[in-house]
């Protein structure tokens, strides 16, 4: 009874060994100087974005498709958590020349 519990210990730990939990990254997307940076990015459901607003006057990151509509003060961030896959083209409302590419993966 006992050499059974042994044999099943070492499988166990393998299969423990095996499976990583994935943690969500949190990425910064700048916008300065009338520029989004990086205009493309790749990031995974569950990650923040950071967006990030070092100019003197508001920003948006408004997606085309709806997903979602940040507005950034002067100076100021905010956070948002991705929560759905699929490629995001986005742009600022205000300065509809700035424009970046969000691809989210599952």
Do not use: Q
């Not at 950071?50 to 509509?69: E, M, P, R, S, Y």
């Amino acid at each position: 009874m006992m050499s059974g519990r042994l044999f099943s210990l070492p499988i166990a730990l393998v299969f423990a060994a095996m499976v990583v939990p994935v943690h969500a990254a949190t990425i910064e997307i700048t916008m300065e100087n009338l520029v989004i940076s990086p205009a493309e990015i790749s990031a995974r459901v569950g990650d923040t974005i950071t967006w990030i607003n070092k100019d003197v006057f508001a920003h948006t990151a408004t997606a085309k498709n709806g997903d979602f509509d940040v507005t950034l003060p002067p100076k100021k961030s905010a956070t948002s958590v991705l929560k759905k896959a699929g490629t995001v083209e986005y742009y600022c409302r205000y300065h509809p020349n700035m424009k970046a590419t969000l691809k989210v993966e599952p």
